[in-house]
T-cell receptor
Framework: DQQVKQNSPSLSVQEGRISILNCDYT??????FLWYKKYPAEGPTFLIS?????DKNEDGRFTVFLNKSAKHLSLHIVPSQPGDSAVYFC????????????FGTGTRLQVTL | DAGVIQSPRHEVTEMGQEVTLRCKPI?????LFWYRQTMMRGLELLIY????????DSGMPEDRFSAKMPNASFSTLKIQPSEPRDSAVYFC?????????FGPGTRLTVL
């Protein structure tokens, strides 16, 4: 039972354009959401996060939007760069579990020239 | 400062053999996590420790899997006996807060 879902296994975007990665969740008890980025042969690295009390968080080219009523979050990358090509994982924390995270299956982003 | 260290980076073994994966968390972190990455399930949490104590092992697939954390700077994940379906990349992560820091992973192949 996948509580955090990334329905698009892959996405291809041209350099300079916007990349939008989507994530849906089913458990309303999640209170904190994170995005991780993973390059081949490396572990995932933290990218950006958002608390459930907010609907937007921005950090440079990266913005995460949270729509609690739809149980949906998205990661926007503007402008996309070739170095952004990686697998992106969405993760969620269940209220009261300190640091335990539930991850999605990932979306592979390819930024083309 | 060193990040999370995992060894070995690659392990190839035959079905039925015992496999031990090792992890050294970041100094000062009080939580440690073992994950398995597969195409079907993405990053799947196997077990996590808080202050060296196992808190949730509900993700451990079978009794063939066991994990220990004898002290704050070392943890092992053991598979005995190993099976071909255990082939995957295994990650260790540590944290002091919500954000987890991952090691480079161990790619396990069971023939």
């Amino acid at each position: 039972d996948q509580q955090v879902k990334q329905n698009s296994p892959s996405l291809s975007v041209q350099e300079g354009r916007i990349s939008i990665l989507n994530c849906d969740y089913t458990n309303s008890m999640f209170d904190y959401f994170l995005w991780y980025k993973k390059y081949p042969a490396e572990g995932p690295t933290f990218l950006i996060s958002i608390s459930s009390i907010k609907d937007k968080n921005e950090d440079g080219r990266f913005t995460v939007f949270l729509n609690k009523s739809a149980k949906h979050l998205s990661l926007h990358i503007v402008p996309s760069q070739p170095g952004d090509s990686a697998v992106y994982f969405c993760a969620a924390r269940y209220t009261g579990t300190a640091s335990k995270l539930t991850f999605g299956t990932g979306t592979r982003l390819q930024v083309t020239l | 400062d060193a990040g999370v260290i995992q060894s070995p980076r690659h392990e190839v073994t035959e079905m039925g053999q015992e496999v031990t994966l090792r992890c050294k968390p970041i100094s000062g972190h009080n939580s440690l996590f073992w994950y398995r990455q597969t195409m079907m399930r993405g990053l799947e949490l196997l077990i996590y420790f808080n202050n060296n104590v196992p808190i949730d092992d509900s993700g451990m697939p079978e009794d063939r899997f066991s994990a220990k954390m004898p002290n704050a700077s070392f943890s092992t994940l053991k598979i005995q006996p190993s099976e071909p379906r255990d082939s995957a990349v295994y990650f260790c992560a540590s944290s002091f807060g919500v954000e987890q820091f991952f090691g480079p992973g161990t790619r396990l192949t069971v023939l």
